[in-house]
T-cell receptor, first 116, second 118 residues
Framework: AQTVTQSQPEMSVQEAETVTLSCTYDTSESDYYLFWYKQPPSRQMILVIRQEAYKQQNATENRFSVNFQKAAKSFSLKISDSQLGDAAMYFC?????????????FGGGTRLMVKP | GAVVSQHPSWVICKSGTSVKIECRSL??????MFWYRQFPKQSLMLMATSNEGSKATYEQGVEKDKFLINHASLTLSTLTVTSAHPEDSSFYIC??????????????FGNGTRLTVT
Protein backbone atom coordinates (compact mmCIF):
# COMPACT_ATOMS: atom_id res chain seq x y z
CA ALA A 1 0.00 0.00 0.00
CA GLN A 2 1.11 3.53 -0.68
CA THR A 3 1.86 5.94 2.13
CA VAL A 4 2.20 9.70 2.09
CA THR A 5 4.13 11.58 4.75
CA GLN A 6 4.11 15.26 5.53
CA SER A 7 6.75 15.85 8.16
CA GLN A 8 5.76 19.43 9.02
CA PRO A 9 2.56 19.63 11.10
CA GLU A 10 2.74 23.42 11.07
CA MET A 11 4.58 26.05 9.07
CA SER A 12 4.63 29.81 9.30
CA VAL A 13 5.53 32.38 6.67
CA GLN A 14 5.62 36.13 6.49
CA GLU A 15 3.28 37.72 3.99
CA ALA A 16 4.97 38.17 0.58
CA GLU A 17 7.68 35.65 1.47
CA THR A 18 8.20 32.14 0.09
CA VAL A 19 7.52 28.89 1.90
CA THR A 20 8.07 25.25 0.99
CA LEU A 21 5.94 22.41 2.28
CA SER A 22 7.43 18.93 2.26
CA CYS A 23 5.89 15.66 1.16
CA THR A 24 7.37 12.23 0.67
CA TYR A 25 5.65 9.08 -0.45
CA ASP A 26 6.31 5.40 -0.68
CA THR A 27 5.24 3.33 -3.65
CA SER A 28 6.39 0.49 -5.85
CA GLU A 29 4.40 1.76 -8.80
CA SER A 30 5.88 3.61 -11.74
CA ASP A 31 2.66 5.19 -12.97
CA TYR A 32 0.97 7.53 -10.54
CA TYR A 33 -0.18 11.08 -9.92
CA LEU A 34 0.51 13.51 -7.14
CA PHE A 35 -1.64 16.37 -5.93
CA TRP A 36 -1.62 19.17 -3.43
CA TYR A 37 -4.96 20.16 -1.95
CA LYS A 38 -5.74 23.16 0.20
CA GLN A 39 -8.37 23.03 2.94
CA PRO A 40 -9.28 26.46 4.36
CA PRO A 41 -11.39 26.86 7.50
CA SER A 42 -14.51 26.28 5.39
CA ARG A 43 -13.15 22.71 5.01
CA GLN A 44 -13.75 22.73 1.27
CA MET A 45 -11.01 20.75 -0.49
CA ILE A 46 -9.44 22.87 -3.22
CA LEU A 47 -7.00 21.49 -5.78
CA VAL A 48 -3.81 23.53 -5.83
CA ILE A 49 -1.59 21.68 -8.26
CA ARG A 50 -1.06 18.26 -9.82
CA GLN A 51 1.91 16.34 -11.19
CA GLU A 52 2.09 13.31 -13.42
CA ALA A 53 4.90 10.95 -12.42
CA TYR A 54 5.95 10.41 -16.03
CA LYS A 55 6.61 14.11 -16.50
CA GLN A 56 10.05 15.35 -15.57
CA GLN A 57 9.06 18.99 -15.70
CA ASN A 58 7.83 20.40 -12.43
CA ALA A 59 4.25 21.66 -12.46
CA THR A 60 3.57 25.35 -11.91
CA GLU A 61 0.33 27.20 -11.25
CA ASN A 62 0.85 30.92 -10.79
CA ARG A 63 2.45 31.37 -7.33
CA PHE A 64 2.46 27.63 -6.67
CA SER A 65 5.11 25.26 -7.95
CA VAL A 66 6.37 21.83 -7.05
CA ASN A 67 9.75 20.20 -6.79
CA PHE A 68 9.15 16.64 -7.92
CA GLN A 69 12.04 14.28 -7.26
CA LYS A 70 10.87 10.88 -8.47
CA ALA A 71 13.94 8.92 -7.42
CA ALA A 72 13.76 10.38 -3.94
CA LYS A 73 9.95 10.06 -3.89
CA SER A 74 9.64 13.65 -2.85
CA PHE A 75 6.98 16.15 -3.88
CA SER A 76 7.33 19.52 -2.18
CA LEU A 77 5.11 22.56 -2.71
CA LYS A 78 6.55 26.04 -2.97
CA ILE A 79 4.30 29.03 -2.41
CA SER A 80 5.78 32.32 -3.59
CA ASP A 81 4.64 35.79 -2.56
CA SER A 82 2.53 34.31 0.23
CA GLN A 83 -0.82 35.93 0.82
CA LEU A 84 -3.08 35.96 3.86
CA GLY A 85 -5.57 33.87 1.91
CA ASP A 86 -3.02 31.11 1.60
CA ALA A 87 -3.45 30.26 5.27
CA ALA A 88 -5.00 26.80 5.39
CA MET A 89 -4.31 23.11 5.81
CA TYR A 90 -2.38 21.67 2.90
CA PHE A 91 -2.60 18.00 2.02
CA CYS A 92 -0.31 16.10 -0.28
CA UNK A 93 -2.05 13.22 -2.04
CA UNK A 94 -1.12 10.18 -4.11
CA UNK A 95 -3.19 8.46 -6.75
CA UNK A 96 -2.33 5.29 -8.62
CA UNK A 97 -2.32 5.32 -12.38
CA UNK A 98 -4.58 3.00 -14.31
CA UNK A 99 -8.05 4.52 -14.32
CA UNK A 100 -9.82 7.64 -13.24
CA UNK A 101 -11.58 5.82 -10.42
CA UNK A 102 -8.59 5.30 -8.15
CA UNK A 103 -8.84 6.93 -4.78
CA UNK A 104 -6.49 9.45 -3.23
CA UNK A 105 -4.23 8.63 -0.33
CA PHE A 106 -3.57 11.72 1.77
CA GLY A 107 -0.68 12.78 3.92
CA GLY A 108 -1.28 14.00 7.45
CA GLY A 109 -1.42 17.63 6.41
CA THR A 110 0.52 20.80 7.13
CA ARG A 111 -1.13 23.81 8.69
CA LEU A 112 0.21 26.97 7.07
CA MET A 113 -0.02 30.24 8.92
CA VAL A 114 0.65 33.51 7.13
CA LYS A 115 1.77 36.46 9.23
CA PRO A 116 0.86 39.96 8.09
CA GLY B 1 -17.79 22.68 -14.02
CA ALA B 2 -17.27 19.44 -12.10
CA VAL B 3 -19.36 20.37 -9.08
CA VAL B 4 -20.09 17.91 -6.30
CA SER B 5 -22.99 18.74 -4.01
CA GLN B 6 -23.15 17.20 -0.57
CA HIS B 7 -26.17 17.44 1.68
CA PRO B 8 -26.73 18.18 4.48
CA SER B 9 -23.79 20.39 5.40
CA TRP B 10 -24.37 19.71 9.06
CA VAL B 11 -26.67 17.50 11.08
CA ILE B 12 -27.30 16.82 14.74
CA CYS B 13 -28.98 13.57 15.68
CA LYS B 14 -29.72 11.58 18.77
CA SER B 15 -27.86 8.45 19.66
CA GLY B 16 -29.47 5.38 18.12
CA THR B 17 -30.97 7.12 15.12
CA SER B 18 -29.82 6.91 11.50
CA VAL B 19 -28.58 9.71 9.29
CA LYS B 20 -28.35 9.79 5.51
CA ILE B 21 -25.83 11.93 3.66
CA GLU B 22 -26.19 12.55 -0.06
CA CYS B 23 -23.43 13.18 -2.58
CA ARG B 24 -24.39 14.33 -6.06
CA SER B 25 -22.29 15.10 -9.10
CA LEU B 26 -24.17 18.00 -10.66
CA UNK B 27 -22.67 18.33 -14.09
CA UNK B 28 -20.83 15.09 -14.75
CA UNK B 29 -21.24 11.37 -14.40
CA UNK B 30 -19.26 9.57 -11.73
CA UNK B 31 -19.01 5.81 -11.90
CA UNK B 32 -17.03 5.88 -8.71
CA MET B 33 -17.39 8.05 -5.64
CA PHE B 34 -15.35 8.00 -2.48
CA TRP B 35 -16.34 8.62 1.11
CA TYR B 36 -13.80 10.07 3.51
CA ARG B 37 -13.93 10.79 7.19
CA GLN B 38 -11.96 13.56 8.85
CA PHE B 39 -11.46 13.96 12.57
CA PRO B 40 -10.54 17.39 13.96
CA LYS B 41 -7.06 18.49 12.97
CA GLN B 42 -6.44 15.24 11.16
CA SER B 43 -6.22 14.09 7.59
CA LEU B 44 -8.85 12.53 5.40
CA MET B 45 -9.22 8.80 5.85
CA LEU B 46 -10.86 6.77 3.12
CA MET B 47 -13.88 4.87 4.39
CA ALA B 48 -15.19 3.25 1.25
CA THR B 49 -15.32 3.33 -2.51
CA SER B 50 -18.78 3.57 -3.94
CA ASN B 51 -19.37 1.99 -7.33
CA GLU B 52 -22.47 2.64 -9.38
CA GLY B 53 -24.66 -0.44 -9.62
CA SER B 54 -22.55 -2.61 -7.36
CA LYS B 55 -21.58 -3.07 -3.74
CA ALA B 56 -19.26 -0.60 -2.14
CA THR B 57 -15.73 -1.54 -1.20
CA TYR B 58 -14.94 -0.76 2.43
CA GLU B 59 -11.54 -0.03 3.89
CA GLN B 60 -10.22 -2.20 6.66
CA GLY B 61 -11.78 -1.37 10.00
CA VAL B 62 -14.87 0.32 8.56
CA GLU B 63 -18.09 -1.45 9.50
CA LYS B 64 -20.13 -1.95 6.37
CA ASP B 65 -23.31 -2.63 8.33
CA LYS B 66 -22.94 0.65 10.15
CA PHE B 67 -21.99 2.81 7.21
CA LEU B 68 -24.36 1.83 4.43
CA ILE B 69 -23.47 3.07 0.99
CA ASN B 70 -25.77 3.11 -1.99
CA HIS B 71 -24.72 4.29 -5.46
CA ALA B 72 -27.89 3.84 -7.44
CA SER B 73 -27.10 6.19 -10.31
CA LEU B 74 -24.15 7.81 -12.02
CA THR B 75 -24.78 11.05 -10.18
CA LEU B 76 -25.79 10.03 -6.68
CA SER B 77 -24.20 8.16 -3.83
CA THR B 78 -25.55 8.06 -0.29
CA LEU B 79 -23.93 7.23 3.01
CA THR B 80 -26.23 6.20 5.84
CA VAL B 81 -24.85 6.10 9.36
CA THR B 82 -27.04 3.58 11.12
CA SER B 83 -27.68 3.52 14.86
CA ALA B 84 -25.38 6.48 15.31
CA HIS B 85 -23.33 6.87 18.46
CA PRO B 86 -21.36 9.85 19.77
CA GLU B 87 -18.11 8.31 18.49
CA ASP B 88 -19.52 8.57 14.96
CA SER B 89 -19.45 12.34 15.28
CA SER B 90 -17.08 13.56 12.61
CA PHE B 91 -16.74 15.38 9.32
CA TYR B 92 -17.67 13.26 6.32
CA ILE B 93 -16.59 14.25 2.80
CA CYS B 94 -17.51 12.68 -0.49
CA UNK B 95 -15.59 12.98 -3.72
CA UNK B 96 -15.93 11.87 -7.30
CA UNK B 97 -13.99 11.74 -10.51
CA UNK B 98 -15.37 12.13 -13.97
CA UNK B 99 -16.09 8.71 -15.46
CA UNK B 100 -14.59 9.59 -18.80
CA UNK B 101 -11.94 11.86 -17.39
CA UNK B 102 -8.24 11.76 -18.11
CA UNK B 103 -6.01 9.70 -15.87
CA UNK B 104 -4.73 12.79 -14.14
CA UNK B 105 -8.21 14.11 -13.41
CA UNK B 106 -8.43 15.34 -9.86
CA UNK B 107 -11.09 14.25 -7.46
CA UNK B 108 -13.83 16.79 -6.96
CA PHE B 109 -14.99 17.15 -3.41
CA GLY B 110 -18.28 17.98 -1.79
CA ASN B 111 -18.37 20.59 0.93
CA GLY B 112 -18.59 17.95 3.62
CA THR B 113 -21.10 17.09 6.32
CA ARG B 114 -20.48 17.72 9.97
CA LEU B 115 -22.28 15.05 11.98
CA THR B 116 -22.84 15.49 15.68
CA VAL B 117 -24.43 12.66 17.62
CA THR B 118 -25.77 13.59 21.03
Amino acid sequence: AQTVTQSQPEMSVQEAETVTLSCTYDTSESDYYLFWYKQPPSRQMILVIRQEAYKQQNATENRFSVNFQKAAKSFSLKISDSQLGDAAMYFCAYRSGGNAGNMLTFGGGTRLMVKP
Amino acid sequence: GAVVSQHPSWVICKSGTSVKIECRSLDFQATTMFWYRQFPKQSLMLMATSNEGSKATYEQGVEKDKFLINHASLTLSTLTVTSAHPEDSSFYICSASISTGALNSPLHFGNGTRLTVT
